[in-house]
């Protein structure tokens, strides 16, 4: 009779911050439960993580590998250039897959991989090695059930649609009649997003289908309708969200303290955290677009003056590559005059954010909507003003103001009587109706990573799942 596998699982990410964060949250919390688990990054993202917070994983049974993304060393892998990147996984970064799965490097054999839900090359090279392969989409399952119909939309020709009329109903989602306008269906919906990022992005949707599981970041009290619809397609579903939260419930994650924070690919400013004790409670705006948002000059300048205008304080992570179209010198010398610290606002390249929500002085989150920094507002209990731009984005804003109910939407509009419209609204006006949705939402978050939390539960059940398919 031949030995048993010994189970070892391959966690491999799209090479971005919103997805290697959650995925490396997971691969912690596997490694924790007693699995060996490698985690595998590319090279350029492997050296940002590398020199701080997880280079001392919790467990020995958790392996950080890195393997060449077949770009060179300079290419600057962002946003406008996002095709080469997507080229260059299909091909150079799936043959360095292939490789360092049948080497040595990858001792014991891997018996599961578990490929992002964008990076279909983990589904082809486990299945060429006949190894069973797990999706894990970073996106809320809103917006995952949104791709899946995006090709009936299309047979149905409500796709594509002009851009100049958006504000026009859409209708034919299931579970969501009278709830979208064109506007808030994925960017991949618009005509001016690129046929090959579209084509893209809906072939690694349906890739997902032949794994044999899929994991969301999410949590069954807040998307139960929509994780009903996506049962039709996935027969195996595992909701193990907040992940950052269950990270943290289970001592594998931290964001109090002097270390970065799990998954982190820039230093943290921590200096904001000394200005946020000098504010009153719930008195901050805290603004962040996110890790690859970027905004033009004029758009800086009407979020400036609206947030000035409505009087509070407030925090704004601005990165070094958040502006758009500038040449570098100029966008270099504005960043720097935003940045000169006053008692009513402060601006810093990156913020440590999990801290960032949990701290009293915060009262409002304009964010980008990406759906890690949606959860994270979620767990900490702080609404949302939603200015979203791609990818899930826009269907994670909708859902925040129509659905949870926990946030105001500004969407594709962003000049400054919106908002300090907006600002006052949140954190006036309708603060009391808004807090109390989010304190329910909150709530239910936090009962799902606890002992017998839908989320906790889920992950147990994942485990036990690898353990069996592993063999
Ligand atoms: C991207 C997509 O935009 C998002 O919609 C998708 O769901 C995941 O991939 P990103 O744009 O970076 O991610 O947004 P988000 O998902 O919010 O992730 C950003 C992460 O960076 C968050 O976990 C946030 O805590 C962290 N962050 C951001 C910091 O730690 N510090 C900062 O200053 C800003």
């Not at 590998?65 to 997507?86: K, M």
């Not at 009649?177 to 690694?204: H, Q, T, V």
């Not at 701290?359 to 900490?380: K, P, Q, R, Y």
């Amino acid at each position: 009779m031949e030995e048993p596998r010994e189970p070892h699982v391959l966690v491999l990410p799209f090479p971005a911050q919103g997805h290697i964060k959650p995925m490396l949250c997971l691969a912690k919390l596997l490694a924790a439960a007693g699995l060996r688990v490698t985690f595998l990054n590319t090279h350029h993202n492997h050296r940002r993580i590398l020199p701080r917070g997880p280079s001392s994983p919790p467990s020995s049974l958790l392996r950080l590998e890195s393997i060449s993304d077949g770009l060179p060393d300079d290419h600057p892998r962002s946003l406008e250039r996002i095709e080469e990147l997507l080229l260059s996984i299909k091909t150079a970064m799936k043959a360095a897959l292939r490789e360092f799965l049948v080497s040595k490097s990858a001792e014991p054999p891997v018996t599961c991989v578990i490929a992002d839900g964008i990076m279909s090359i983990g589904i082809d090279v486990a299945e060429e090695l006949s190894v069973p392969a797990i999706s894990f989409r970073t996106f809320s399952a809103c917006c995952l059930w949104t791709y899946f119909c995006i090709p009936t939309f299309i047979h149905e020709g409500k796709l594509p649609f002009p851009d100049d009329d958006l504000d026009k109903e859409f209708h034919g989602l299931l579970g969501a009649e009278g709830l979208l306008r064109r506007r808030d269906l994925p960017s991949i919906c618009r005509s001016a997003i690129a046929i090959n990022l579209y084509r893209y992005f809906m072939d690694e949707t349906i890739a997902m289908t032949r794994a044999c599981a899929l994991i969301l970041n999410t949590f069954d009290a807040l998307e139960a309708p929509m994780l009903s619809h996506l049962a039709t397609i996935f027969t195996d579903i595992y909701t193990i969200g907040p992940l950052h939260a269950l990270a943290v419930k289970s001592h594998v994650g931290h964001f109090s303290g002097r270390s970065e924070s799990v998954g982190s690919l820039q230093m943290e400013d921590r200096s904001c955290m000394v200005w946020l004790n000098s504010q009153a409670s719930r008195s901050v705006v805290y603004v962040s677009f996110g890790s690859l948002v970027k905004i033009t000059v004029d758009q800086l300048m009407e979020f400036w003056h609206g947030l000035v205008n409505c009087g509070r304080p407030f925090l704004w992570v601005l990165r070094e590559d958040a502006i758009l179209g500038e040449n570098e010198e100029k966008a270099r010398s504005l960043l720097s005059e935003l940045k000169v610290v006053s008692e009513r606002r402060r601006v810093v390249d990156w913020a440590p954010q999990e801290e960032v929500l949990a701290h009293a002085a915060v009262g409002g989150f304009l964010t980008h909507s990406g759906w890690n920094s949606t959860l994270e507002g979620i767990v900490a209990g702080i609404p949302m003003i939603c200015w979203p731009r791609i990818a899930d984005q826009q269907i994670n804003s909708r859902w925040v103001s129509e659905v949870w109910k926990i946030g105001l939407d500004m969407k594709d509009t962003c000049d400054r009587s919106t908002v300090e419209t907006m600002v006052r609204l949140l954190m006036d006006d309708k603060k009391e109706e808004i807090m109390k949705s989010m304190a329910r939402i909150s709530a239910l978050s936090s009962d799902s990573v606890g002992p017998e939390g839908s989320s906790s539960k889920n992950l147990e059940r994942l485990v036990k799942n690898i353990r069996k398919i592993c063999q």
